[in-house]
C-alpha cells in the first residue's frame, strides 16, 4: 500500500541531510527541520558547538561543509519554489552574518582549514508530482537572489546553489542540484556541480548567468 503525504520543507531539508551524511563525511553543520526549534551549530568533526544563535536570530535551514572543495552551503529551505521570493533579503542577510562566524578560526573547534571556506548562498524547494518548478521559475528566482544579495553588500563569489527534492508518483524522494555562476567562477562552480551530481545519483544543472546578461 502507498500513502501519500503532504510534502513540507522539513522533508526537504531532512533528505538532503541524509544525501550528504551519507556521501560525504563530516559534512553537515545544521539542520532546521523542526520548523523554528533554537539549536546550535556544530562542527561534526570535532562535536563542538561552532556558534549558538539568539533565539530572535533568523536561522539557515540546513549548512553544509563541501570540505574537499573548501565550500559551505548556507541554505534557505521553502516546500514551493515560489515562496522562496519573499524571503531572499532576509536569508541574504543570514548569509552576511553566519560569513563573520565562518570566518573566525576557534581553537579545537573550527580550524584555519575550516575557516578559510567559501561561503556560497544556497536555497531549496521542494516539488511534487504536478508541480513541476520550470526552467524560467528557477532561472528568474537566481536572478533575483543575486540582485538581493548585491544589495546586502554581499562580497562572496558569484555562485549560487540550488538543492531541489522531487516526490514522485509512488512517494519517493530523490534530489537535484542546480549551480548558478558569472564566468569567474567557471571553474569552482563546476567542482560545486560535480559533487552534487556525485551526492544525489542526478546530473546538476549548471547555468552560466552571463548568457541572458
Not at 532546521?32 to 536570530?57: C, Y
Not at 553544509?64 to 524571503?87: F, H, M, N, P, Y
Not at 537572489?145 to 554581499?154: A, G, M, R
Not at 558569472?182 to 552534487?196: F, P, Q, V
Request: glycine letters at 8%; proline letters at 2%.
Amino acid at each position: 500500500m502507498t500513502y501519500d503525504f503532504k510534502m513540507v520543507e522539513g522533508f526537504g531539508v531532512y533528505k538532503w541531510t541524509i544525501d550528504f551524511e551519507r556521501s560525504l563525511d563530516n559534512s553537515v553543520l545544521f539542520t532546521n527541520v523542526t520548523g523554528g526549534e533554537w539549536k546550535n551549530i556544530r562542527n561534526p568533526r570535532t562535536e563542538s558547538v561552532l556558534h549558538i544563535p539568539r533565539q530572535v536570530d533568523k536561522r539557515a535551514d540546513l549548512i553544509v561543509i563541501l570540505r574537499q572543495l573548501g565550500v559551505i552551503l548556507i541554505t534557505e529551505a521553502k516546500d514551493d519554489i515560489k515562496k522562496l521570493k519573499g524571503d531572499l533579503r532576509t536569508h541574504s542577510q543570514v548569509i552576511k552574518d553566519l560569513t563573520s562566524v565562518f570566518s573566525r578560526v576557534q581553537h579545537g573547534v573550527w580550524n584555519s582549514e575550516e575557516s578559510g571556506s567559501t561561503i556560497v548562498p544556497a536555497l531549496l524547494w521542494c516539488k511534487g508530482p504536478g508541480m513541476r518548478a520550470t526552467g524560467i521559475q528557477v532561472t528568474d528566482l537566481f536572478y533575483a537572489f543575486e540582485s538581493k544579495l548585491k544589495q546586502s553588500s554581499y562580497t562572496g563569489p558569484e555562485i549560487m546553489v540550488g538543492l531541489e527534492v522531487i516526490k514522485d508518483e509512488r512517494q519517493h524522494l530523490s534530489t537535484r542540484g542546480y549551480v548558478f555562476f558569472r564566468e569567474t567562477w567557471k571553474r569552482k562552480a563546476s567542482e560545486i556541480a560535480n559533487l552534487l551530481s556525485e551526492v544525489t545519483g542526478n546530473e546538476s544543472l549548471f547555468w552560466d548567468l552571463n548568457l541572458d546578461s
